[in-house]
């Protein structure tokens, strides 16, 4: 029952990451189908990783891209993705593409190894698009994306501050706010899980 009762969590855990959306819309916009479709076009760039950040405004017809990423091919895809989006006229690309440098690509190994080690993090890096990005710019690292609780993102904040070499570390992570309504949902997928009798493990970081 211990064990079924902690997979369940785990279960839980996984769906509410699954509703995190680690790209941000930034503050303005009110069109949420626009948003979310132009979401979905950065998400699913060939190279976009946890090592890039974007984030986006709308205003009108015009859309502004922001963010950081390691590869120019990430910052030209995104732009050319957004507007081929049907009611997109202008898109203003600020992206910045990161430096090249062996050093930042050693404390980005590192730090990934260093936060998502620590106690459950492991859970931000599942997954194609995961919720937790860390980006490297001449040894100082920024924390983007999105976590269930204070408590993780001071977690990973303590883990990245661990690694040596790391010049300084920004944290940016914002903490979901869950919706009455979305707990009711996970709630109810629990219930049909207890009484079909299904259960999940966690090995090696990911769900079987």
Not at 159 to 168: H, K, R
Not at 186 to 196: E, F, H, K, M, P
Request: charged residues 20%; proline residues 3%; without cysteine.
């Amino acid at each position: 029952m211990k064990t079924l009762k902690q997979s369940l969590a785990i279960v839980a855990m996984v769906l509410a990451l699954a509703a995190i959306s680690p790209i941000a819309a930034l503050a303005g916009q009110d069109n949420s189908r626009l948003n979310e479709r132009i979401r979905k076009e950065l998400v699913t760039l060939p190279y976009y990783n946890v090592f890039d950040n974007l984030a986006f405004s709308v205003n009108g017809d015009t859309v502004t891209l922001y963010g950081q990423v390691t590869r120019p091919s990430t910052r030209k895809d995104a732009e050319r993705r957004v507007a081929r989006i049907e009611g997109i006229d202008h898109v203003i690309n600020h992206i910045e593409v990161l430096p090249v440098s062996t050093f930042d690509d050693g404390l980005r190994r590192r730090v990934y190894n260093q936060v998502f080690r620590t106690s459950s993090l492991y859970r931000y890096a599942m997954g194609a698009n995961p919720s937790m990005h860390i980006i490297v710019r001449n040894g100082h690292v920024t924390l983007e994306g999105v976590v269930a609780n204070q408590m993780d993102s001071q977690l990973a904040y303590m883990a990245a501050n661990q690694v040596p070499g790391v010049f300084s570390v920004t944290n940016n992570l914002r903490v979901e706010r869950r919706s009455p309504q979305r707990k009711v949902e996970t709630d109810a997928i629990l219930v049909r899980l207890i009484g079909q009798g299904w259960y999940a493990t966690v090995t090696g970081g990911a769900l079987s």
